[in-house]
């Protein structure tokens, strides 16, 4: 039997009802063609930069599988430009052809696409037709987008027909997602865009949102003004009102694709899966009556899904899946919980040499992945039964073992999609629904990002293991101040007492409690509590006498053990007058709350140390406060606030909100803060947006835009003015100083 054709799909959204249909069409047509498909499936759409996301993109590197004859590539569903330019330069090295779906044309692929145009016209006909409604408006999606402009001019075409008016006032361009739906009600509430009769929306979600945004602005839909959608979702059915809406041919798009690839490559003209057109979709919010049966079908659906994802949830295959150190018995844990991807026909688990190395080794290396590493399968399993694993290493150029097995009797699609965990890539997990042409759901993003959680404790399992194994004194130590650590003392006080070289008959454990350093990492951030712990930790070291013990015995307890009694409050004294002149040097600055507690012991080899510390802490003796501040409950709450504007600054952070979240009125929240952080919640809230704007010009090929949107402002021009105004520079200009500085990552 001659090699079958191994056609390569490039998507993101596998689970979304859209780009499932799509997959539909092509499949069927590959498999009505003796063709195998590999549809090399991101979980994410790549819409924001991050460090997660930069992993995930390595997989695209399959592209270069000399496996693959020519690809399927919907380059609509990537919403960055860098990946769709990094996947361009991908298949052009394959020098294989390539089919875009929903494209007008390309410099270098072929492209197919789906008549939007008739469509969007029939949902418009719909409206004045059977509705009678004249004054009709439009929102589609981006501008220069070819679907978006295709179903403006559908709605252009049906208005025209019927001799109604329109201008340029009655059409707008918008992002086929709620921004542009929300800003669009908003003109219409506000009385700033006179009110329609109707209003054609681009796609369902656009239709949903307008929807909710005209109800809750006190205009009645449909009554007074009509909504319908494109797409036909189960979102768009399911929302209330229900949107009347088109089902869009694509699966139909997705088997001209095929047959229109299958051509360029073979030369030949392959026979036809019949046709699925689309067809309007009624539901209520034109004023009809929806189909019943259809809202109970979905309905039932949803139903179903809210079963599984809950039972995935609240279910035991995270904890079970996690709680192993080596992979066969991840494996076999893994296999008890396939169950949960509906229709399953072939699931592989593939991971690379570079992961199954690293849990051998007493390292945190960072595990990257190209074209050509060896890849091992570790989990094999059918639909009803496993398989036996070769455990032999292939290179990720073959993709898989299956497309190489001559005694198949009919052709396979498999999803490849990612394994992996924030820097750390560790392979693929590869699904496939036998001779159903399907996508998966929902549910398997979530299936697959517990294997991905699972996988990153196993290898960290494992290196700990490994470290205790070969560094286990290192473990007696704390990183960050250097002394004994908790493990460290009670190791050290066991050979003291043993050895009989330690002076009296009594031990005094002397806790000092840390009280300040958790609010110095609500205030300052990690790096700084870390130096204020070191600084106060070394400080409290110098006031010890020889022969005394002192180590972390937590995060924020430093434990000291003496042999000579009244040593408390000798330490006490000395550490006061240090810190005192510790105020003078701003490099060892550590004034900050504490309290000591005190228990004593007698000295014997069976003394329990962990309950001898914890006596200490509940027996406080004395106690140190730096200010005002420490004693105001509400100073660990605006330390907890500020923690986390600086993380998530773009958030749309209200000053309203936050002060009734925290029982306090504006004015007070305000004053307040300022007094304690020299700033107000406003020029704090700025000050973190343009830093995060300044390390993503720094560190990314972001453009200016996306980086105003990654920081949480709507509008571009004013995130200009106010970048320039904070750094006395455009953000273009301060990228372009940091890569002339050779800053630029």
Known sequence: MSKRLLIGVIMT??????????????????FKSNCDVAVIAPLHNFSVNSVHKNTEKQLFDLILSEKIDGFIYDRNTFYREDIREHIDTLCNRTGKPVMLLDYSSHKNFETTSVDDCDAFETITDHLISVHGLKKIYCLTGPKKVFNAEERLRGYMNSMKKHGLYFDRSYYEYGDFWIEASKKFAARIISGKLERPEAIVCGNDITAINISKELIAGGIRVPEDIAVTGYDASMDGYYATPSITSYSRPNFQLGAEAFRRLYRIITGRICRKVQNENGELRLGKSCGCSENPQLRHNIQRMMKINSTNEANLLYGDMLFDITNTDNIPIFADRLDNYTFFLYKMNRIRICLTKKYIDSLSAADISDLSFRAGDEVCVVLAKSAVKRETESMGYFRSRELLPDYDDKNRNHPSAFYISPLHYNDNFFGYSAVSFGKEPISFGSLYLKW???????LEQVRIKAIMNNTIKNTSRALLYDSITGMLSRSGIENEFAKLVSSGSHMGNNAEFIVVDMQAIKKTYYHSGEEKRNQTAAAFAKLVQSCLEEGELIGVWSSDTLCIISFKSGRDKDIYDELLRKMAESKFRADEECNIDFSIGLYTAEAKPDLNVSDAVYKASINTVSTYSTSESSANPQFEKLCMLRSRMIKNPELPWNISEIAESLYLSKSYLQKIYKSYFNKSIIEEMIQFRIDKAKGLLSATNMTVTEISRECGYSSYNYFVRQFRTCEGASPSE????????????
């Open 13 to 30: 959204d596998c689970h979304v009802d859209f780009q499932g249909e799509i997959l539909r069409g092509i499949i069927s047509q590959a």
């Open 448 to 454: 697959i990002n517990y294997v991905n959680v699972a």
């Open 734 to 745: 301060y990228r372009e100083s940091q890569r002339a500085n050779g800053t630029q990552h």
